[in-house]
């Protein structure tokens, strides 16, 4: 595990590096207007840009652009070389967590699987998302970003969703479309 002094401090008091990894997969929080077209689309990634608003302290992220596609558009394949990742990702001693961009729209589905193939994962798996993409007003993509970055600090290990103040632990993750955010399902 990498360290690093914390700053301000003139002790040899070290502080441990987190390290995250950022899966990029597309969808709403990375989507761009062409106005050549008139259209919203998958064609590069704004993390970057995101990244740089943030300030991380004792924190490294490493980013891995996997796709760049609307979350309708994932196939299985495309799912399975998530998962994939992943576990490559999370076998590493220096992960602290991983964050994956992704599509609200079947999200979802990713999350489950993730559940599925990690039930016991060794550090936080976070999706989150945007309803408006980074680029527009009143995106909520710098907020849910921030919070997935966050979130893979304090919460246990498991696969989540982290999105609007959150953060809902899978199974039973869903959609909600009326509200415009994530809810845990009602199980009787």
């Given at each position: 595990m990498q360290s690093l002094r914390h700053p301000g401090t003139s002790s040899a008091k070290l502080?441990?590096?987190?390290h995250i990894n950022l899966i990029s997969t597309g969808g709403t929080i990375e989507k761009t207007y062409d106005e050549r077209l008139g259209v919203l689309s998958n064609v590069r990634s704004v993390v970057p840009l995101m990244l740089r608003r943030l300030r991380l302290e004792d924190i490294t992220v490493t980013t891995l652009p996997l796709l760049s596609k609307d979350s309708n558009d994932l196939t299985d394949q495309d799912r399975s070389r998530i998962v994939d990742t992943v576990r490559v990702l999370t076998g590493s001693d220096d992960c602290s967590g991983v964050v994956i961009l992704h599509g609200t729209d079947t999200l979802c589905i990713t999350g489950e699987l993730l559940h599925k193939s990690f039930p016991s994962p060794p550090c936080p798996i976070v999706l989150t998302g945007a309803?408006?993409?980074?680029?527009?007003?009143?995106s909520d993509a710098l907020q849910n970003?921030?919070?997935?970055?966050f979130a893979t600090g304090v919460l246990q290990p498991g696969v989540y969703v982290v999105a609007h103040?959150?953060?809902?632990?899978?199974?039973?993750?869903?959609k909600n479309v009326d509200r415009g955010t994530f809810?845990?399902?009602h199980q009787s």
């Open positions: 502080t441990p590096m987190r309803m408006r993409p980074y680029e527009m007003k009143r970003f921030t919070e997935a970055i103040s959150r953060a809902l632990r899978f199974p039973g993750v869903v809810v845990k399902e």
